[in-house]
């Protein structure tokens, strides 16, 4: 981990771009990992599971590449997202093609898992686990996590309801190794908020989904640079599971984004077929409106770091 570990200190800006489910994919990661970010993508997003191999190869063998052409500025490691829920059955199969290709980052999300860590860390990887409370936390790392994502409220898809204050506070309290803060984290100020609460990473997503590498459909793109928070509605009616969807999609799909019934009550009230969540139903966070247009992921990274490096300027003033 000793190579992971310094490979974080060449990062030009303290940011981890989280995994979009459907959206993420080799070029989003890739261009991530050139500007000097962590760039990350869902193994599930490979389909059908045979694409990973593909996919992992096109990304190493990039990052290689381009690493041996800039020995003074080498990309930053990248990450891959594993959903270690006992009901995806791909885990396994994904976990050994992750191993085959030296992932250096893992993601967990859904459930800390001990013999998934303990595959990773045999293989020199880190372990970086998504929580929503202080509870889940400590749970990560009892199983042998070596870092958190502490998604508060107003983080994209299935986002929490914690104030990042809050948080990040009680983690703090008892756990002093990487943390990662995720939750309407838009700009290069923001970023730096994340470091003065506590987190040494800033979580961004929906930012780059308003990206030509991004595959995410036009409107979609679009929609990010239009709406602002008074269009994301939190809501568990589309997976069971409350999460962040921008309202546009959701009246595309016929519905009423201000009178979305409860999951427990759909189940019980809805006939139809629901839209699917993620492809009919988009996710977001609420850090949209800082989003003004779609650019490519060299150009929004650079904006952030100007952002950024303009904050931590005023502050020293």
């Not at 803060?181 to 506590?198: E, K, V, W």
Request: glycine share 8%; hydrophobic share 45%.
């Amino acid at each position: 981990m000793t190579k992971i570990t310094d490979a974080f200190k060449r990062l030009t800006l303290p940011v981890i771009g989280s995994p979009l489910f459907t959206i993420s994919n080799p070029q989003l990661l890739i261009e991530q990992c050139k500007a000097g970010i962590v760039g990350s993508m869902p193994a599930l997003n490979a389909r059908p599971a045979s694409q990973l191999i593909d996919w992992l190869a096109e990304i190493t063998e990039t990052l290689a590449s381009y690493n041996a052409a800039h020995p003074q500025a080498p990309a930053a490691p990248f990450a891959i997202n594993q959903i270690v829920h006992k009901s995806n059955e791909r885990l396994m199969q994904d976990m050994e093609i992750c191993l085959r290709f030296k992932v250096p980052i893992y993601i967990t999300s859904l459930g800390a898992r001990q013999e998934i860590n303990d595959m990773a860390h045999a293989d020199g990887a880190m372990v970086f686990h998504d929580i929503i409370n202080n509870q889940f936390a400590r749970k990560a790392i009892e199983k042998g996590a070596d870092g958190l994502i502490a998604v508060a409220a107003g983080a994209g898809g299935h986002a929490g309801t914690k104030s990042p204050f809050a948080l990040i506070q009680e983690i703090r309290e008892w756990f002093d190794g990487p943390l990662v803060l995720s939750g309407s984290i838009s700009t290069g100020q923001a970023i730096l908020a994340a470091q003065a609460m506590g987190a040494d990473f800033a979580y961004m997503g929906s930012v780059f989904i308003a990206t030509h590498e991004a595959r995410a459909e036009k409107d979609y793109k679009q929609a990010i640079v239009d709406c602002n928070s008074d269009d994301v509605i939190y809501s568990n009616f589309f997976t069971g599971v409350h999460g962040n969807y921008l309202a546009p999609s959701i009246v595309r799909a016929g519905f009423d984004p201000n009178d979305l019934p409860s999951s427990e009550a759909s189940q019980m009230n809805f006939a139809g077929d629901k839209p699917k969540a993620w492809k009919e139903i988009w996710g977001s966070g609420q850090g949209i409106g800082a989003v003004k247009k779609i650019q490519g992921t060299a150009q929004l990274v650079a904006q952030l770091k100007l952002e950024y490096d303009r904050a931590k300027a005023l502050l020293c003033v």
